[in-house]
T-cell receptor, first 113, second 114 residues
Framework: ETGVTQTPRHLVMGMTNKKSLKCEQHLGHNAMYWYKQSAKKPLELMFVYSLEERVENNSVPSRFSPECPNSSHLFLHLHTLQPEDSALYLC????????????FGPGTRLTVT | DQQVKQNSPSLSVQEGRISILNCDYTNSMFDYFLWYKKYPAEGPTFLISISSIKDKNEDGRFTVFLNKSAKHLSLHIVPSQPGDSAVYFCAARGYGGSQGNLIFGKGTKLSVKP
């Protein structure tokens, strides 16, 4: 595998479910990001991790819980989501926090029913 | 309020002609401006950047122009090719408290017709 991979690519979950999104980067980068893209809205930055430490949480509800066990892996744990959380969730990485060239995964299309 | 705005949701251009994608921003403290390109079912990929101290950057068929007084940047693609059909996102890199964070526009869908 090369670049940034995300699994699953599609996810449908009920509001009472718990699920996790996984991201893996094979680029040796030190910073990783979660973004949310809703219909007709810009990409919104959710979380930033630098050297496995969370350095930014952009006022994201607690029903979204990120985890970064090492510099190559990033998870987004989901629980008791709302229908308005349905969106494309994109993971990205960069060589360091602040590097403007970010490498994105293909995203997970999440539908909350 | 959006700090980075792409007011045209779509643009259609004939193959071989010039494509011009526009972007406006409100924060004069951004230090870099970027363009990303996204194909369906793929993540965005970095295309070209420009520093806030420059007014032009060129890379092959792609040129980005920055007008700081107007807080406006544009991406020119010459000549346009059908493979350029994609969604183009303008982004700006934050400075100071949001150092390193990218702020994206909503995107413009470019269709290049053969």
């Amino acid at each position: 595998e090369t670049g940034v991979t995300q699994t699953p690519r599609h996810l449908v979950m009920g509001m009472t479910n718990k699920k996790s999104l996984k991201c893996e980067q094979h680029l040796g980068h030190n910073a990783m990001y979660w973004y949310k893209q809703s219909a007709k809205k810009p990409l919104e930055l959710m979380f930033v991790y630098s050297l496995e430490e969370r350095v930014e949480n952009n006022s994201v509800p607690s029903r979204f819980s990120p985890e970064c066990p090492n510099s190559s892996h990033l998870f987004l744990h989901l629980h008791t989501l709302q229908p308005e959380d349905s969106a494309l969730y994109l993971c990205a990485s960069s060589s360091s926090r602040g590097a403007y060239e970010q490498y994105f995964g293909p995203g997970t299309r999440l539908t909350v029913t | 309020d959006q700090q980075v705005k792409q007011n045209s949701p779509s643009l259609s251009v004939q193959e071989g002609r010039i494509s011009i994608l526009n972007c406006d921003y409100t924060n004069s403290m951004f230090d870099y401006f970027l363009w990303y390109k996204k194909y369906p079912a793929e993540g965005p990929t970095f295309l070209i950047s420009i520093s806030s101290i420059k007014d032009k950057n060129e890379d092959g068929r792609f040129t980005v122009f920055l007008n700081k007084s107007a807080k406006h940047l544009s991406l020119h693609i010459v000549p346009s090719q059908p493979g350029d059909s994609a969604v183009y996102f303008c982004a700006a890199r934050g400075y100071g408290g949001s150092q390193g964070n990218l702020i994206f526009g909503k995107g413009t869908k470019l269709s290049v017709k053969p």
